[in-house]
């Protein structure tokens, strides 16, 4: 396994980075409700957002760091049932992706694994959601009775945002990255630093 080099701090451009796709994250859910009546469905948008970040900021927790301000950010403006709880479930598909990353370290670029990792963070998402509809005594009635349907569709939206995160991370990674310090020319630093 090869050993990843990270710096122990995020930088200013990956906390904004995160930040820009955690608000990209909650203004889908806003903006882009589609009354289709099928469980999991802005999972495709929303994976989509989380595999791209959580694959341009190659740090530990950034999946975690991710879900976690989208969560805020959904309390704040978007709102729900789950009342002040609402953040657990943005939390809980970044926290996968962190997970999936540890395992298999092969990066999301991979469309298998971003697919795989879609699918399984979408999936985290309704057990967030059921858990806090029973513990806070909503009626969760719904979801227990077709739990089996609703898994299944989360994890087709989700393997399907995940497989869009992959593609888009793989053709605009390295633009969305910036160029690195190892393709800058010799001459264009000399000429910098005169």
Known sequence: MAHRHRKPHFTVREIVLLALLAALIVVTKMVLRMPIRVPGHSGVLWMAALVIGRGLVKRPWAGTM???VSGVLAVLFVGGAEGPLLWVKYLAPGMVLDLIDVL????????????L???IANCAKLLSSTIIALLMGLDAGF???GLGASAISHAFFGG???W??????RRLGPILRGPSTAEVPIDTEMRMGA
């Open 117 to 119: 990792a879609g699918a």
């Open 143 to 145: 979801l227990v009775v």
């Open 164 to 169: 869009l995160g992959s593609y888009l991370l």
């Open 160 to 162: 399907l945002g995940g």
């Open 104 to 115: 298999i370290p092969i990066g999301l670029e991979d469309r298998f694994l971003g697919t």
């Open 66 to 68: 991710l879900g976690f």
